[in-house]
């Protein structure tokens, strides 16, 4: 766990983790929604690309939410999160989490 200071993160490995993980576990639920619906395992999606395409196709009678939330967590979590360590402040970081729960929640 990270040390706190003034509401920011200090140690940015652990936010990184945290982030990288909150996102692999939605596409683990993904992966897990699509075989629920008959998916095979071996056309389980392998890119962001093709997880956007199959939500559209599986998922798509959310009207869009589920590929805007499905965005955004890409961009928080894996893209500012996990791959450039761009998030710090604990709001921000807890909202990114929220948020991926959220998608996760409306999968089922």
Do not use: W
């Amino acid at each position: 766990k990270s040390p706190i200071e003034d509401n920011v993160y200090l140690d940015e490995k652990y936010v990184k983790s945290a982030c990288g993980v909150t996102y692999l576990g939605v596409l683990k639920a993904i992966d897990e929604y699509l075989l629920n619906k008959g998916l095979a395992k071996k056309d389980l999606p392998k890119k962001v690309e093709e997880y956007e395409k199959v939500l559209q196709k599986y998922a798509g009678m959310h009207n869009g939410t589920i590929q805007r939330l499905f965005d955004r967590v890409y961009r928080e979590l894996h893209i500012a999160g996990y791959y450039r360590g761009l998030l710090s402040g604990t709001d921000t970081v807890k909202d990114a989490i929220k948020a991926a729960k959220g998608f996760i929640g409306k999968l089922h």
